[in-house]
């Protein structure tokens, strides 16, 4: 490359180099002018936050509150507690009739892979 080559060559980077400059001073522009706006809205929202508490509502115009649940949070297990006496289903006096259902799935690993011999009668 000659001298004028790398002349006219330099001269172009230095364009793109400003026309880089010029946006990335608009974006920082940009930037700043949506932060301020977000912290106005935040302001907003923060104000509206104190003025209805998440315990009130607000329907056809009348403000109510919620009220707290009475149930219990933590569930209850089924069945009979520790130590008591269980109670089972009473077995059948009469059974009418037996059948016989295909296994799709292992009830114990829950594979798929099912052989003959896993297809047991439960008794």
């Known amino acids: 490359m000659n001298e004028k080559e790398l002349k006219v060559k330099i001269e172009?980077?230095?364009k793109e180099n400003q026309k880089i400059h010029n946006e990335t001073e608009g974006l920082r522009k940009e930037n700043k002018k949506l932060k301020k706006e977000l912290d106005k809205i935040q302001e907003k929202f923060e104000e509206y936050k104190k003025r209805h508490p998440k315990t009130t509502g607000?329907?056809?115009?009348k403000s109510y509150f919620f009220k707290s649940s009475t149930r219990s949070k933590k569930q209850k297990k089924p069945g009979a507690k520790k130590g008591h006496k269980p109670h089972f289903r009473p077995m059948p006096e009469q059974?009418?009739?037996t059948r016989r259902i295909p296994v799709a799935v292992c009830p114990i690993c829950g594979g798929t892979d099912l052989s003959e011999n896993v297809q047991s009668i439960r008794e």
């Open 58 to 61: 607000v329907k056809h115009g």
């Open 12 to 14: 172009k980077l230095r």
């Open 95 to 97: 059974i009418d009739e």
